[in-house]
């Protein structure tokens, strides 16, 4: 079964930092998606950037984007010129190429973006 | 364009009581659904999927069960709630994309059991 670990329960940065979150996980698939997913307060969960595991080039959208180490099972995310409304929990996950088309989270890592 | 509708956004229920929780799904046809639940401060665990109407699998013996009577609605319900129900339920669908899938959730509802 896959698993997904993100080691970073909290992290808190500056508005207008740089900040990198962290996500590993294990499979012994080849194909398969990865994603990142946010969730503010209000508990709606929105979806920050997906990753295909055939593709060598790293996911980037405007300010968000990934580091995917395919042989390390390493997969994080990186907000610049952070803002205040990045303030959110934010999910790693983990998708086979199946007919279920099931998603493994992580635990999840708590951003605080200071003023 | 697709959109994903969840209710009731809140409530409350005594234990023993039954639960009835509704999802649907809007622009498209004969999606992947599936139901999942948070606990406070936690990740999502995945309590049902269904991949056509009338079929339901589950990953976790629980007491909950869920239908699909009809192809874009997704029902969650319970006979009698337990205290350990208590939580954050989200609903979601797979969407079908060039390269891939992708799921997207509904805005989720809030079950507290008393």
């Known amino acids: 079964a896959q698993t997904v670990t993100q080691s970073q329960p909290e992290m808190s940065v500056q508005e207008a930092e740089t900040v990198t979150l962290s996500c590993t996980y294990d499979?012994?698939?080849?194909?398969?998606?990865l994603f990142w997913y946010k969730q503010p307060p209000s508990r709606q969960m929105i979806l920050v950037i997906r990753?295909?595991?055939?593709?060598?080039q790293n996911a980037t959208e405007n300010r968000f984007s990934v580091n995917f180490q395919k042989a390390a099972k390493s997969f994080s995310l990186k907000i610049s010129d952070s803002q205040l409304g990045d303030t959110a929990m934010y999910f790693c996950a983990f998708m086979k190429p199946e007919v279920a088309q099931k998603l493994v989270f992580g635990q999840g890592t708590r951003l605080t973006i200071n003023p | 364009s697709q959109t994903i509708h969840q209710w009731p956004a809140t409530l409350v229920q005594p234990v023993g009581s039954p639960l009835s929780l509704e999802c649907t799904v809007e622009?498209?046809?004969?999606?992947?659904l599936y139901w999942y639940r948070q606990a406070a401060g936690r990740g999502l665990q995945l309590l049902f999927y269904s991949v056509g109407i009338g079929q339901i699998s589950s990953e976790v013996p629980q007491n909950l069960s869920a239908s699909r009577p009809q192809d874009r609605q997704f029902i969650l319900s319970s006979k009698k709630l337990l205290l350990s129900d208590s939580g954050f339920y989200l609903c979601?669908?797979?969407?079908?994309?060039?390269?891939?899938?992708?799921?997207?959730f509904g805005p989720g509802t809030r079950l507290l059991v008393l």
């Open positions: 499979t012994s698939e080849n194909n398969y998606y």
């Open positions: 979601a669908w797979l969407r079908r994309l060039a390269g891939g899938e992708t799921q997207y």
């Open positions: 990753q295909e595991a055939y593709k060598q």
């Open positions: 622009g498209t046809s004969n999606p992947n």
